[in-house]
Structures are given as C-alpha cells and as structure tokens.
C-alpha cells in the first residue's frame, strides 16, 4: 500500500478517536463520583438516603445541581437518585459534543441517574443559549436531548386544593448565519444621455 495512503488513513483513524472521546465526554458524567456539600447532611446508611440541608451543591462530572435541601437515594445497582428543592433550586450540565451548556430551574428537581433524566417542578425553566423554554414541569432526557414541556402539573406535582392552568412558553432565538461573502461591486456605466433638469 501507498505510504501516503497509510499516513492518510492513520490521520483519519486518529481524528476519529479523538472525536469519539470528546462527544462522549458528557455522556461519562454518570460515571464520574458524585462531590456534595452542604452545611448539614444526616446520612441513614441502612436505607441508603442521605438528607443535605443549607447552600447544597452536587457535581457530577459537567452535571451540578444546587438547591437548599438535596435528598439523595441509591438504588440496589449503585444508580443515585436525587430530590433537590430550593427557591429555585438549579441544574446546569454541558450538552453531548458541544461547548454549550442546558441549565434549568424549578422550585423541585428530580434527577435520576440511572435513565439520565432530569424533572424541573413549579415554575421550572430551562435555557440553552439563549433559547429559553418554561412551564409548570419541564422533563429533561440528557441521553436524548429531548425536552418535554407541561404547562400544568399533574396530579402527583398539583398544590393541594389548586387546580393550575399554565402554558408552555417558549423563546426560540434564530441561529447565527455563517459570515456570507461581500457581493461583487456593481459596475456603472458613464451615461451620455442624462441631462440637467
């Protein structure tokens, strides 16, 4: 075979590799220990929750979530689960290949590291750049990147005694064009014909 043939398959083997490694860097957050801090914590090992009180930061990865009180969860397969509520409580995690973050807000976050989804309740929020999208419970697959977005809440997220009827409310910012080539100048022909009015 060709030396440069094989210098040009290596080069492109290697950018390959290097791409697959940085677009699945986000997607290794739930791999990564998980760092909590707060100003209180009660951790009830025989049922494997742990209860974080005041100022309370998770980060997992590229993944954060801040709320005043975290509950968090094991599962039997080591999977956590996580309760955060704070005024608002916050989510913010790098999306997959891109140097862009999806950061979210709501009065309770659900986030469930085992099917990767993230549940915004109560006037919950969620920007990506500068788009922005709010309802009353806003669902977040960060394995899909594909947001559900309820203006009410169901019955299991519903104030007692308070029937809610909100909308989605979306801002879709339009996208950037490319930098578009300067049009080639218009040639003037000189006139004979014009004359003074």
Do not use: W
Not at 27 to 39: F, Q
Not at 143 to 164: M, S
């Amino acid at each position: 075979m060709n030396p440069k043939k094989i210098n040009a398959a290596a080069l492109v083997f290697a950018a390959l590799i290097g791409c697959a490694a940085t677009c699945h860097a986000e997607r290794a957050d739930r791999d990564k220990p998980m760092h909590l801090e707060a100003n209180r914590v009660n951790i009830d090992d025989a049922n494997q929750i742990s209860t974080f009180e005041g100022n309370v930061q998770i980060i997992q990865g590229t993944m954060v979530i801040r709320g005043d009180k975290i509950v968090v969860t094991q599962d039997k397969e080591g999977f956590t689960h996580s309760t955060a509520t704070g005024q608002p409580a916050s989510f913010r995690q790098k999306r997959e290949g891109l140097d862009e973050y999806a950061e979210g807000f709501g009065e309770t976050i659900h986030y469930d590291a085992r099917n990767e989804t993230v549940d915004l309740l109560v006037k919950a929020r969620v920007k990506r750049e500068q788009d922005e999208v709010s309802g009353e419970h806003i669902t977040y697959n960060s394995k899909t990147e594909i947001f559900q977005v309820h203006g009410t809440l169901d019955r299991q997220g519903e104030p007692a005694g308070v029937q809610p009827k909100g909308r989605v409310h979306a801002v879709i910012q339009p996208k950037k064009s490319a930098v578009s080539t300067p049009a080639e100048p218009l040639f003037i022909a000189p006139s004979d014909t014009l004359t003074r009015p």
